[in-house]
């Protein structure tokens, strides 16, 4: 079997060991390229002296011409056949990377595909004095070119759509490396970093692809690359302080991976796609307590942004059960009154929400003196028509099963109301408590709605392998797989008590002191309590913990013994930060996700984590202090 490698510097091999040297010659490497990549693998005598020996009388030429084929047939033996006028290579016994190419392509294997592209179609190869060659190699490489960057970045989307980001970061750079102006390759590899949070580096790309740019002459950027720029540039980037009591030996905080995930993610995607195209939707998302729902919403939400479209997020607590239209209200007291468009709304509906948060009369005078409309629901309605006239609309409610019933028949009605807007629902609900309304819009879906459900499941061992690989990547593969099946022993695969053990072991945690498992039978994270955690879990979030810097230590003290929607303000209120110290703590806690937020304050990502803070981590006498600030 012979095999040419020409997707990069041209490699030959017969049996898997490198062709000899004189096979290697430039002509006869070149006359044997031409002919793999010829029509049927054939061409005539005449048009292969024509390319290799133009300058060269005929007989001379061929001359030349027989002794490259003896040469080739050398190594070839009956695959070449010369019969008459004609020159064939036959198909079996010798292949070519970009045949193998094609038949990925064909099958949709696009890494497959990718994986072939080594570099620019015969890379650095050249034949002297053979202009015709030339020509036809300069036409090949252009379509080579195409083919392979097409390969490279549709891998690369792809693997950024199952939140891979490491599998899009290779195939991305590859691609603008083979092209360093190709304006396609720029945005990928900065939406792979904008999504990782590193918003420098992704503008660093920017400014660096503008400065060749200009070197080359080339014009300003395509309107869709600057538009990316100025989202990455403009979106909010948790400013993240030192760790200042970290222990000997412990690495920076990262954020972790998000795995195992990769389905339901593409699921969720490709339902934002056939809204974002004016086919409003729902979406929902069901998970046991700790099963990272959240944490998909929030990979969801940033590709959304990074698309164009607009996210607005609200998360209910228990409270919200016993107010109507919590989720209304959540809106109109969230993020919604910034949305693009949202002024061009009727006054009427503006006022209503006016009612509920006087950010929109204060926003939007004609909210002061229209008279409302009763319907809230409606209100709601037209202010999404408005908004979404100017930008598609992504819609999260998080912890929906905290939400009140009227909330939840709500949605049905704004689907109904906005049935040709460029809108998506995206409801995240534990699945217990389960309310009834939720599993009767779930049963819809795919009948009187458009959408799509999914349900995540707990870690298996490969999953938090892949995680112990993540955060400590000096383990040999025999440590690794020993390490996950503790940690899958310890915490029954869920993947917030997973995540919270490699964060800590990452920065010291010693399991040979600790033991345990989780969850005793029929138990769920929600009704844990932090004396039924293993050693192992309780002893990582206490390390957790003990690696923040005292500022944020005492923001999340206050948090924890506060409760749900704390606002900055109380937490300022309830310990000795302020100012620019305060806004670095909190940030540092929502970045390193001990806290999630909205506008109307901050709560624990996790109740059983708030639990074991305030009863391992908060001395009764500090407890009392915050409450008596408060």
């Known amino acids: 079997m012979i095999y040419c490698q020409a997707l990069g510097p041209i490699q030959v091999t017969i049996d898997g060991v490198p062709a000899p040297s004189d096979l290697l010659w430039s002509r006869n490497i070149g006359l044997l390229l031409y002919l793999a990549r010829a029509p049927a693998r054939r061409c005539t005598r005449e048009r292969a002296i024509g390319l290799f020996w133009p300058d060269k009388a005929q007989g001379a030429a061929r001359q030349s011409l027989r002794q490259a084929l003896s040469t080739l047939r050398g190594a070839l033996g009956d695959m070449l056949r010369t019969s008459g006028g004609q020159l064939e290579l036959a198909a079996d016994g010798f292949e070519i990377d970009t045949d193998r190419f094609d038949a990925r392509v064909a099958a949709g294997d696009w890494g497959g595909a990718a994986a072939l592209v080594r570099g620019k179609f015969a890379d650095g190869f050249a034949v002297p004095n053979a202009s015709a060659f030339e020509d036809w190699l300069m036409v090949e490489q252009g379509h080579w070119a195409r083919r392979s960057m097409e390969a490279?970045?549709?891998?690369?989307?792809?693997?950024?759509?199952?939140?891979?980001?490491?599998?899009?970061?290779?195939?991305?750079?590859?691609?603008?490396?083979?092209?360093?102006?190709?304006?396609?390759?720029?945005?990928?590899?900065?939406?792979?970093?904008?999504?990782?949070?590193?918003?420098?580096?992704?503008?660093?790309?920017?400014?660096?692809?503008?400065?060749?740019?200009?070197?080359?002459?080339?014009?300003?950027?395509?309107?869709?690359?600057?538009?990316?720029?100025?989202?990455?540039?403009?979106?909010?980037q948790p400013k993240v302080p030192q760790v200042a009591t970290a222990p000997e030996g412990s690495v920076e905080w990262r954020r972790a991976p998000l795995v195992a995930r990769e389905r339901e993610l593409a699921e969720i995607l490709a339902c934002w796609r056939d809204a974002r195209s004016g086919h409003a939707a729902l979406?929902?998302?069901?998970?046991?307590?700790?099963?990272?729902?959240?944490?998909?919403?929030?990979?969801?939400?940033?590709?959304?942004?990074?698309?164009?479209?607009?996210?607005?997020?609200?998360?209910?607590?228990?409270?919200?059960?016993?107010?109507?239209?919590?989720?209304?209200?959540?809106?109109?007291?969230?993020?919604?009154?910034?949305?693009?468009?949202?002024?061009?709304?009727?006054?009427?509906?503006?006022?209503?929400?006016?009612?509920?948060?006087?950010?929109?009369?204060?926003?939007?005078?004609?909210?002061?003196?229209?008279?409302?409309?009763?319907?809230?629901?409606?209100?709601?309605?037209?202010?999404?028509?408005?908004?979404?006239?100017?930008?598609?609309l992504l819609l999260v409610f998080d912890d929906a099963q905290w939400l009140d019933?009227?909330?939840?028949?709500?949605?049905?009605?704004?689907?109904?109301?906005?049935?040709?807007?460029?809108?998506?629902?995206?409801?995240?609900?534990?699945?217990?408590?389960?309310?009834?309304?939720?599993?009767?819009?779930?049963?819809r879906l795919g009948r009187d709605l458009r959408g799509v459900s999914v349900q995540l499941e707990a870690f298996d061992v490969q999953a938090i392998e892949s995680l112990v690989r993540w955060a400590l990547p000096t383990y040999t593969p025999e440590q690794a797989e020993r390490l996950s099946r503790r940690l899958m022993a310890d915490s029954a695969g869920n993947p917030l008590l997973v995540v919270e053990i490699c964060y800590a072991l990452a920065q010291g945690l010693d399991l040979r002191?600790?033991?345990?498992?989780?969850?005793?039978?029929?138990?769920?994270?929600?009704?844990?309590?932090?004396?039924?955690?293993?050693?192992?879990?309780?002893?990582?979030?206490?390390?957790?913990?003990?690696?923040?810097?005292?500022?944020?230590?005492?923001?999340?003290?206050?948090?924890?013994?506060?409760?749900?929607?704390?606002?900055?303000?109380?937490?300022?209120?309830?310990?000795?930060?302020?100012?620019?110290?305060?806004?670095?703590?909190?940030?540092?806690?929502?970045?390193?996700?001990?806290?999630?937020?909205?506008?109307?304050?901050?709560?624990?990502?996790?109740?059983?984590?708030?639990?074991?803070?305030?009863?391992?981590m908060i001395p009764p006498g500090q407890v009392q202090r915050i409450l008596d600030a408060d």
């Open 513 to 616: 002191v600790t033991s345990g498992a989780w969850p005793r039978p029929l138990g769920t994270l929600d009704d844990t309590m932090p004396g039924d955690l293993p050693d192992t879990i309780v002893a990582a979030i206490r390390v957790g913990f003990n690696c923040l810097n005292a500022d944020a230590r005492a923001a999340l003290a206050a948090v924890a013994v506060l409760g749900e929607r704390v606002t900055a303000k109380r937490v300022g209120a309830a310990t000795p930060l302020a100012g620019a110290a305060l806004d670095a703590a909190l940030d540092d806690l929502e970045w390193r996700r001990w806290l999630v937020t909205e506008r109307r304050g901050y709560s624990f990502r996790a109740r059983i984590v708030r639990d074991v803070v305030k009863r391992d």
């Open 283 to 392: 979406a929902i998302v069901e998970a046991p307590a700790g099963s990272g729902k959240t944490r998909l919403v929030e990979e969801i939400m940033a590709r959304v942004v990074l698309d164009g479209g607009v996210a607005v997020a609200t998360r209910a607590v228990p409270a919200d059960q016993g107010q109507a239209l919590a989720a209304v209200v959540g809106l109109a007291r969230g993020g919604l009154v910034d949305a693009p468009g949202v002024a061009a709304a009727l006054p009427a509906a503006l006022a209503a929400l006016g009612r509920e948060s006087s950010e929109w009369q204060e926003r939007f005078p004609a909210a002061r003196t229209a008279p409302p409309q009763s319907d809230l629901v409606a209100a709601l309605s037209e202010i999404l028509r408005a908004a979404s006239a100017e930008q598609a």
């Open 405 to 443: 019933p009227a909330s939840l028949a709500a949605f049905e009605t704004l689907l109904r109301n906005l049935a040709r807007a460029p809108l998506l629902l995206l409801v995240a609900a534990t699945t217990e408590p389960e309310p009834p309304t939720l599993a009767e819009l779930r049963s």
């Open 152 to 236: 490279l970045l549709t891998h690369a989307d792809a693997r950024l759509d199952a939140g891979d980001l490491l599998g899009a970061d290779e195939p991305a750079r590859r691609g603008l490396q083979l092209d360093p102006l190709s304006q396609r390759a720029l945005r990928t590899v900065m939406r792979r970093l904008a999504i990782a949070g590193d918003h420098a580096g992704a503008l660093a790309f920017y400014d660096a692809f503008l400065a060749r740019a200009k070197q080359e002459g080339v014009g300003r950027p395509d309107p869709e690359t600057e538009a990316l720029a100025e989202r990455i540039r403009s979106g909010r």
